[in-house]
Each structure stands twice: as C-alpha cells, then as structure tokens.
C-alpha cells in the first residue's frame, strides 16, 4: 500500500499449472497473464487473484473461457471445465495464481522492497525450520517439507519460463534457505562445527577428535539418506 501510488501495472499470474490438469492441457503455463475470464455470459477483467480464484470456484461446474497473454505478449484464449482428482475437497481446473505488480522504484524504494522481501523470506524459512522441528519431535512425516535436485529442477523449469526476474528471486531464495540450512547446529554442517568451538571456549576442553569424526559420520550419512528420501518422493510426485 506504500507505493500504490508508483504500481505502473497490475497482473494475474499464473504460477505453476498441474501436471495433466485441464489448464496445463489447455497450454496455460507458468507465466502467462490472465486479462479475463467468461463464463454463463458473465465476464470479468480481474486484476488480483481472490477475484480470479472466486470466479472459478463459483463456474467450477461450467466451461469458463480464459483470455491470456504468454510472455510474448500475444493474445490467447482458451476454454476449460473443471474436474475432479487435482484437489481433495472437488473440482479443479489446475492452476495456482498470484497478484504481480510492477513497480516504478527509485534506488530508496527498491532499498526499502528488497529489504522487507528478505525479511519476509528469512521469517518463512525459519517458520519451516520451526515445523520441520515439530514433525520430527511428533513423529510425523516431515520429507513433504523438502525438496532436492529433482524438485529444484522443476521449479527451475517453471521460474525460467516466466522471466530473468523470477528466475534470479529463486536462486536468491534457495542461496538463502542452504545458507541458514547450513548454518544449524548439527554435525557435519558449519552451524555444528560453529556450536563445537563455543562449547570448547566456554568449557576450555577440547572435544575428543574420535567423538567428533563418529558424530560427524553419522550425521553425513543421514543427510545423505535424507536426500536419497527426498529424490524418490520428487521423482514419485
């Protein structure tokens, strides 16, 4: 709201589409700027995506015709109906959508932008450190929670089809979450070699190196089932 005034555009994106969803069979991909949406005789031209995702819950039942600019800028329109096995609670049509505006910053403003986004990142990731913590306190299944190579190179995938600008946000955001990933207090990891030598200062005793080559060891050898975990449930999904 603090620089409504400099918003020079306003578009409905979409984010990612479900694999074999009618959206994605449709041609409808990651990127794509959704201009207006018919249905039943009724039209609207959305600008935000509650708007967007309120008139297709409500013409689920229906054909809904989706007119749509691709990255080229070229006019497309598509028509597509709602199905059932993409979501839990009913019908679909498979995309996730987002509000995206372009912004006329100057050097302050971008300052001021890039520092709240980096803020609102670092408060993400550790919210999901915080749950990842309370699966594995529970006993529930925290592997959804990750992803590896195979689950980066299809974000990749997506990211690059909708610009250089998304694409450079997701290397900044996985550059981020391996940084603080890296950084927790674990064996094997800098974060524990990091909470070793504040130990051995505090306590001025040297840990024992065999304690220290057994735990880091073990530690390895379960983040690399962890990502051989992951691998499968990317490659499965």
Not at 4 to 26: C, F, Q, Y
Not at 59 to 69: A, Q, V
Not at 123 to 132: E, L, M, P, Y
Not at 159 to 180: Q, R
Request: glycine share 10%; no cysteine; charged share 20%.
């Amino acid at each position: 709201e603090r620089f409504a005034d400099k918003v020079i555009d306003t578009n409905v994106v979409i984010l990612e589409t479900s694999k074999g969803s009618p959206a994605e069979r449709a041609g409808l991909k990651p990127g794509d700027k959704i201009i207006s949406l018919e249905s039943r005789g009724k039209k609207i031209e959305t600008k935000n995506k509650e708007e967007t995702i309120s008139f297709i819950a409500s013409h689920i039942d229906d054909s809904i015709k989706i007119n749509y600019k691709n990255l080229d800028d070229k006019l497309n329109d598509t028509t597509i109906t709602g199905v059932y096995g993409i979501l839990p609670e009913g019908k679909a049509i498979g995309i996730a959508v987002e509000t995206v505006q372009t912004i006329n910053a100057d050097l302050g403003d971008a300052i001021i932008l890039g520092t709240e986004k980096m803020g609102n990142i670092f408060s993400a990731i550790f919210a999901g450190v915080g749950h990842i913590g309370k699966s594995v306190l529970h006993g529930d299944n925290f592997i959804n929670s990750f992803i590896g190579p195979v689950g980066i190179a299809k974000i990749v995938d997506n990211t690059t089809s909708m610009g250089i600008i998304s694409l450079l946000t997701f290397v900044a955001v996985l550059s981020v979450n391996l940084g603080v990933f890296n950084a927790l207090p674990l064996p094997a990891l800098d974060g524990g070699r990091f909470l070793i030598v504040i130990l051995e200062t505090i306590f001025r005793k040297k840990v024992p190196i065999k304690l220290m080559m057994w735990l880091n060891g073990f530690f390895f050898i379960l983040f690399i089932l962890l990502l051989l975990a992951v691998t499968v449930k990317d490659i499965i999904n």
